[in-house]
T-cell receptor, first 114, second 112 residues
Framework: AQSVAQPEDQVNVAEGNPLTVKCTYS??????LFWYVQYPNRGLQFLLK??????LVKGSYGFEAEFNKSQTSFHLKKPSALVSDSALYFC????????????FGKGTRLHILP | NAGVTQTPKFRILKIGQSMTLQCTQD?????MYWYRQDPGMGLKLIYY???????DKGEVPNGYNVSRSTTEDFPLRLELAAPSQTSVYFC???????????FGPGTRLTVL
């Protein structure tokens, strides 16, 4: 069965510093991987995805993520954090062999300190 | 396009009551999903559907039922509400050739 792990409940970063939010996954086939962001009292918004090709994918708001097959990871990154990046971030996975079920991690709360 | 809409936005139920959470999308998406979000637990998949007449269980289906009679609508039914079903419920849809989920604004349900 597919699964997603986000090992950090919360990440604190000073504004202007680089940030990383970690995600590891488990699937039987090839993974389709996603990052979503949720602001308070809002639904989820899509940030970026990895399907195939270049391991470094770029997304909205200056975020990027690196796919690492050997480590089964898909960490979210940003070179310089903004206070407005503070939100709840979710990693999700879809198994290419069974492409209809999409499973989410438990989320990581990102606090950017001014 | 309105995207994915959910009604109601808020609801308080008493234990044992029943209700239906409505979800509608106007993007002609075949795939639709129901998730619940609990603090610290992330999103858990309840049920999903790959098209009208087809539904399948997700990670936490117990206590819920779904139906999919049209492409646009995917209602979630709670038959006997329990306090453990207090949560925020999100509906999402996706085009089968696209890979990005579009989420509704959510329904906050409290069972007392």
């Amino acid at each position: 069965a597919q699964s997603v792990a986000q090992p950090e409940d919360q990440v604190n970063v000073a504004e202007g510093n680089p940030l990383t939010v970690k995600c590891t996954y488990s699937v039987s086939g090839n993974p389709y991987l996603f990052w979503y962001v949720q602001y308070p009292n809002r639904g989820l918004q899509f940030l970026l995805k990895y399907i195939t090709g270049d391991n470094l994918v770029k997304g909205s708001y200056g975020f990027e993520a690196e796919f690492n097959k050997s480590q089964t990871s898909f960490h979210l990154k940003k070179p310089s954090a903004l206070v407005s990046d503070s939100a709840l971030y979710f990693c999700a996975v879809r198994d290419s062999r069974r492409d209809d079920k999409i499973i989410f991690g438990k989320g990581t709360r990102l606090h950017i300190l001014p | 396009n309105a995207g994915v809409t959910q009604t109601p936005k808020f609801r308080i139920l008493k234990i044992g009551q029943s209700m239906t959470l409505q979800c509608t999308q106007d993007m002609n998406h075949n795939y639709m999903y129901w998730y619940r979000q609990d603090p610290g637990m992330g999103l858990k998949l309840i049920y999903y559907s790959v098209g009208a007449g087809i539904t399948d269980k997700g990670e936490v289906p117990n206590g819920y039922n779904v139906s999919r009679s049209t492409t646009e609508d995917f209602p979630l039914r709670l038959e006997l509400a329990a306090p453990s079903q207090t949560s925020v419920y999100f509906c999402a849809s996706i085009h089968p050739r696209g890979l990005t989920q579009y989420f509704g604004p959510g329904t906050r349900l409290t069972v007392l």
